[in-house]
């Protein structure tokens, strides 16, 4: 079965009254994501945007790509924020971006009133990704480094 794009359902709920939810659901139900797939859909979508492979996520991460692609795909779950955190700012994501993706995994998003959070939202904001510089924000803080894998 041939996969729905994404912008061709949006559209289609653009058009779509309450009523027909249900039609809706039923007759897209195949190409609907999963939790699982939602973080992997979305993490993919956004670099891809920003014409970034995925292979260059992990690698700017410090990650492999058997482990990389584990996290991304969610077959094995990371018990560490950080971890998202820095396959986000490796992939250049915006303050949304992290946050959109931190929520569909699981975990809290940035927080602005978090001392650690506010530093990382700064970095990104001011389009610092490399992790030494974001780390030696946080040390000059006194602030815990990102998570080093």
């Not at 939790?35 to 945007?49: P, Q, R, S, T």
Request: aromatic fraction near 12%.
């Amino acid at each position: 079965m041939k996969e729905k794009p994404t912008n061709e359902l949006d559209e289609l709920l653009d058009s779509t009254n309450p009523k027909e939810l249900g039609k809706y659901l039923k007759d897209n139900r195949d190409y609907m994501a999963d939790e699982k797939k939602a973080f992997y859909y979305y993490f993919k979508d956004v670099i891809d945007d920003k014409n970034i492979k995925l292979k260059d996520v992990y690698s700017f991460a410090g990650m492999t790509e058997s482990y990389g692609g584990q996290i991304i795909r969610m077959e094995k779950h990371c018990a560490n924020r950080d971890t998202i955190i820095k396959l986000c700012i490796a992939g250049h994501f915006s303050w949304d971006e992290i946050n959109r993706a931190l929520k569909l995994y699981g975990y809290n998003e940035l927080y602005s009133k978090n001392s650690r959070d506010a530093c990382i939202i700064i970095a990104i904001k001011n389009r610092i990704f490399d992790f030494s510089k974001i780390n030696d924000m946080l040390e000059e803080q006194n602030l815990d480094k990102l998570y080093e894998e």
